[in-house]
């Protein structure tokens, strides 16, 4: 009886992992920075855009590194993009603070140093969440949005092939 | 109807044979406790004798009939007040008359079929009791007193092991692997989860039991999914290549046998769940059905001989039972 059960808890045989795979550099590596937000523009006709720097080596990404200016409201069409197409529950934006475009106001109210480092903070979490998930990584909107250096609004929406 | 036997005028009281050398087993109660109770196994009969204490002195006790009664039952939460009888035996002690002193009757069911194992789940109750019936023209004088009776079956013949390779394209691929199909309550889960291909950042895995117990029918269909246990088996990033070990001991959870459909009332399936959580807290997950076995135990000499003769008593009537149970001589020292 004691032989039998021990044939039944003995570890199950694994194969051994090769030197190769055990010291490979990680196959999982996806950074995304948004950094260096530049106010463009004067008086009324401002706006902020941020670096969107991306370095990789998940077969998915076409370049395995880039980097692309773009401005809240893009990512606002990103966002729009993946609710539409994807089947992810697609994280928040940081807030759009419109109260703070109003006019009258004290301060510079959405070019303020602490207002535009908040908001990058935020996108910087936006951006990682979607480009991480195995579902939004498909989407050409993605791709386009991290990777080409405008967005081409007319797009045809769609998923990435596999080549 | 008092249901503890405490009438205005009589006390009723159960006691089973052998309640000392009878082994005893534990259930879980509707709040949450455990209940001790004499176990008891399909084909053995139940006996004992049944005390009616007059609580006035002198003072004679009118009724319509006195009997006793074994019931097997499920009971749905759901549908209070119906209950189900699968088995219902009775036999009469007492005709119409009246009781002037205390009595002491006796009582003997032979070979009772008990087809199903004992439980109390989350929306059903599958019990059986004796219970003991005054009959008056106003209300009746009750005592129920509960048993538990346990399912033993054997090895498998079959007991193939589980593996699998699941994963998302080009995300995650694993294959994991669980030494048997089928266990026993007190077996240990063995086996390994093999990293194929990993470009997600993984965070910790972690196993755990899941039981679903399905009542009803439609219209009133219950599923209720409980986690058992839950525990980690790994910590950090794996690469490709990696393999992971599992050893999860079921001994040391409140499990049940599988039980499926069960008088065509209910179901209890029991499912371990693979999770893999990655940096952005996502959960990648695998369920993996496991049919859990209640095996007999090796029984003190007295109990082994009261099992056999009630496996002999039974196997000579004619109902054949799918999975007899387990022969506990296996050469060792008895």
């Not at chain 1, 109210?109 to 908001?119: A, L, Q």
């Not at chain 2, 009959?135 to 079959?158: A, N």
């Not at chain 2, 439609?218 to 246990?229: G, K, N, R, V, W």
Request: overall charge neutral.
């Amino acid at each position: 009886m004691t032989e039998s059960s021990s044939e039944a808890t003995k570890r199950l045989n694994v194969k051994r992992q090769t030197l190769d795979d055990a010291y490979a550099a990680p196959a999982n590596f996806l950074e995304i920075d948004v950094i260096n937000p530049i106010t463009h523009g004067v008086a009324k006709k401002r706006y902020t855009d941020y670096e969107v720097r991306m370095r990789t080596n998940l077969p998915v990404f076409k370049q395995k590194e880039s980097s692309v200016r773009r401005r809240y409201s893009d990512f606002e069409w990103l966002r729009n993009e993946l609710e539409r197409d994807s089947k992810i529950v697609v994280p928040n934006l940081p807030g759009k603070a419109l109260k703070k475009q109003m006019p009258f106001r004290q301060d510079d109210g959405i070019f303020e140093e602490e207002f535009v480092e908040d908001r990058r903070k935020g996108l910087e979490v936006f951006v990682n969440k979607i480009a991480g998930h195995p579902l939004a990584q498909n989407e050409k909107c993605l791709h386009m949005f991290l990777q080409d250096v405008t967005i081409d609004k007319n797009y045809v929406p769609g998923k990435i092939r596999n080549t | 109807m008092n249901f503890l036997g405490f009438g205005q005028s009589a006390e009723i009281d159960i006691q089973l044979d052998g309640a000392d050398t009878r082994k005893t087993a534990e259930i879980r109660t509707v709040d949450d406790r455990k209940d001790k109770l004499l176990l008891y196994y399909d084909g053995e009969g139940v006996s004992g004798k049944v005390n009616i204490t007059l609580k006035k002195a002198g003072q004679k006790l009118e009724h319509q009939g006195i009997k006793v009664e074994f019931i097997g039952q499920i009971e749905l939460f759901y549908d209070r007040g119906n209950h189900h009888e699968f088995v219902s035996l009775v036999k009469d002690l007492a005709r119409p008359g009246d009781l002037t002193e205390n009595t002491t009757f006796s009582f003997d069911f032979a070979q009772v079929e008990k087809p199903y194992e004992s439980y109390t789940g989350n929306n059903v109750k599958l019990r059986y009791f004796v219970r003991v019936v005054i009959s008056r023209r106003m209300s009746d004088i009750v005592r129920e007193q509960d048993i538990i009776v346990h399912s033993l079956s054997t090895y498998p013949d079959v007991n193939n092991s589980i593996k699998m390779e699941v994963g998302i394209e080009d995300c995650l691929h694993i294959e994991f692997e669980y030494n048997k199909s089928k266990y026993h309550l007190k077996d240990t889960i063995v086996g390994k989860i093999y990293f194929l291909l990993v470009r997600i950042k993984i965070k910790h895995m972690e196993l755990a039991i899941i039981k679903r117990e399905m009542s009803g029918s439609t219209p009133s269909l219950f599923q209720d999914s409980e986690t058992i246990a839950k525990f980690e088996i790994m910590d950090g990033a794996p690469v490709r290549g990696e393999s992971i070990p599992i050893r999860l001991f079921l001994a040391g959870y409140d499990l049940t046998p599988t039980m499926k459909d069960i008088n065509k009332k209910f179901s209890v399936r029991y499912f371990l769940n693979l999770v893999l959580v990655d940096e952005e807290e996502r959960r990648y997950f695998k369920q993996q059905e496991i049919i859990l076995w209640r095996k007999g135990e090796k029984l003190r000499k007295g109990q082994q001989a009261q099992m056999t003769n009630a496996m002999q008593q039974y196997t000579a009537t004619s109902v054949v039972r799918v999975d007899p149970v387990d022969d506990v001589s296996d050469g060792e020292d008895s």
